[in-house]
């Protein structure tokens, strides 16, 4: 029964290729051209999948070279940037510790002032470039004239006394400070013409008060930016109290920080963009073009939204994060922070380190 079977689907192959009709020589030099066939077939097959084993190995590693050398350039140039803007910032630190000293220093001793301060920036054309760049320029900015208090007087004494002092100064020194009464003592050096300047109206002043009113400790406070539209420069001022020798405060020091650093790296050849947000995600200071009052969540102008900001957060606090690229993530297990920027239309991987002893975040961009 099953032999007959099997006979019958034998028979049945055969007659489907209509090899019965054949020699049995042709029947079996047809089955031989088949099975060479076929193994060729498979041998072609077996040797392009391997070929492609290869390709797809060798890729993932040279892209892996590729992205562990990229990694590398990222750290050394996130590191430069670092410290350069660390740099920059306790220097100017150090310029409001030593000017709040020196300020008491004056009020402690007896001194004489070789030379008066002049009041050159209330004119425009007056006095020229040399003046300014020789002497702590005044300027009395209050509403209307008022006789003027012990206050001011020693406040112009302090011009006289810091511009006397200059050669031995920092020359990189930039350094303005106002008094607090109604007068509206204004001094700064290197100085220019600031006609009609308001020092209390100012970002720089109004914040540092609403930072002792708030209880706010700290020996120093930085002032949300602000654009000077002189220089077309988008500029932080730290500042700091200027005090009395009763602990009062007398006045407010600022200091203007100049992060030029980020103009002369030349970042558009490394793709690289490099920021300083506050904690809330406020831009101080972007090589993008910002506005004031610009956070890193509004999308329209980073490209970036809230959840791209609290990955960035926890890639800061070293905590877990989510990365959303396509490529980069899948090797090198999820190491660093890769998210996708919707106004560059590009996976960019993101930097963020806080700029030690403040709580600033120097943030870098790579695409
Ligand atoms: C190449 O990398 C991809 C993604 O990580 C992985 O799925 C694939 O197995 C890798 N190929 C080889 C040959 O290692
Ligand atoms: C200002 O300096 C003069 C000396 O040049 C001194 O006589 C005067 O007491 C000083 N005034 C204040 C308020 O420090
Ligand atoms: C003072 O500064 C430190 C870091 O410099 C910061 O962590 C802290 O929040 C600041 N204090 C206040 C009240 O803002
Ligand atoms: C600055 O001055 C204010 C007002 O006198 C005071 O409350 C605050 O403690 C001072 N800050 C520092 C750091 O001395
Ligand atoms: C910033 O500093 C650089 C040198 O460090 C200087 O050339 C430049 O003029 C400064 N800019 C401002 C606005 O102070
Ligand atoms: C910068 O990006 C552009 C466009 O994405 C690319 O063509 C160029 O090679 C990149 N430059 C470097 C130095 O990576
Ligand atoms: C920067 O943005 C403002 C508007 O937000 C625009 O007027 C200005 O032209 C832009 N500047 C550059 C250099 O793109
Ligand atoms: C960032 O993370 C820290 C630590 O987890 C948290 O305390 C802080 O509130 C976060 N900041 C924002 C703006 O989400
Ligand atoms: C990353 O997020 C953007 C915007 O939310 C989305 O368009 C993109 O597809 C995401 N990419 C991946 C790999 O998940």
Not at 11 to 24: A, G
Request: proline content about 2%; some cysteine.
């Amino acid at each position: 029964m099953e032999k007959l079977e099997n006979r019958k689907s034998q028979t049945s192959f055969r007659s489907l290729f209509c090899l019965n009709k054949l020699k049995v020589r042709t029947q079996v030099l047809i089955i031989q051209v088949l099975i060479q066939f076929s193994v060729g077939t498979l041998l072609t097959l077996i040797s392009y999948l391997s070929f492609q084993y290869i390709i797809d190995r060798y890729s993932n590693i040279s892209l892996e070279c590729y992205v562990l050398q990229y990694y590398k350039k990222t750290d050394m140039i996130s590191y430069l940037q670092v410290r350069s803007s660390q740099e920059v910032l306790l220097r100017s630190q150090t310029h409001l510790l030593k000017s709040d000293f020196l300020y008491q220093f004056i009020q402690s001793i007896e001194l004489q002032y070789v030379q008066q301060p002049l009041d050159c920036l209330n004119y425009d054309d007056k006095y020229d470039k040399y003046q300014y760049e020789q002497t702590f320029c005044y300027g009395f900015f209050g509403d209307k004239v008022y006789p003027l208090t012990n206050q001011d007087i020693l406040a112009m004494n302090y011009s006289s006394f810091l511009t006397q002092i200059l050669p031995i100064m920092d020359m990189d020194l930039d350094l303005l400070f106002s008094t607090i009464g109604d007068q509206m003592y204004f001094s700064i050096w290197p100085g220019d013409p600031f006609p009609n300047y308001k020092p209390h109206r100012r970002i720089w002043y109004t914040n540092h008060l609403k930072q002792i009113e708030d209880k706010n400790y700290n020996l120093t406070y930085f002032s949300d930016p602000y654009i000077v539209w002189t220089w077309f420069l988008f500029m932080v001022t730290q500042t700091r109290n200027m005090t009395n020798l009763n602990g009062q405060i007398d006045g407010v020091f600022g200091s203007d920080l100049n992060f030029s650093l980020f103009k002369t790296l030349s970042q558009k050849q490394e793709n690289v963009t490099f920021s300083i947000i506050d904690k809330k995600g406020q831009f101080l200071l972007s090589q993008f073009n910002i506005s004031q009052d610009t956070y890193i969540y509004d999308t329209e102008k980073s490209g970036f939204n809230k959840e791209d900001f609290e990955q960035i957060n926890n890639s800061l606090y070293k905590k877990q994060f989510i990365n959303n690229c396509s490529r980069i993530d899948q090797l090198l297990n999820n190491e660093r922070l890769c998210r996708y920027n919707t106004v560059a239309n590009t996976e960019e991987l993101i930097v963020a380190k806080f700029l030690y002893p403040t709580d600033l975040i120097l943030l870098m961009q790579q695409i």
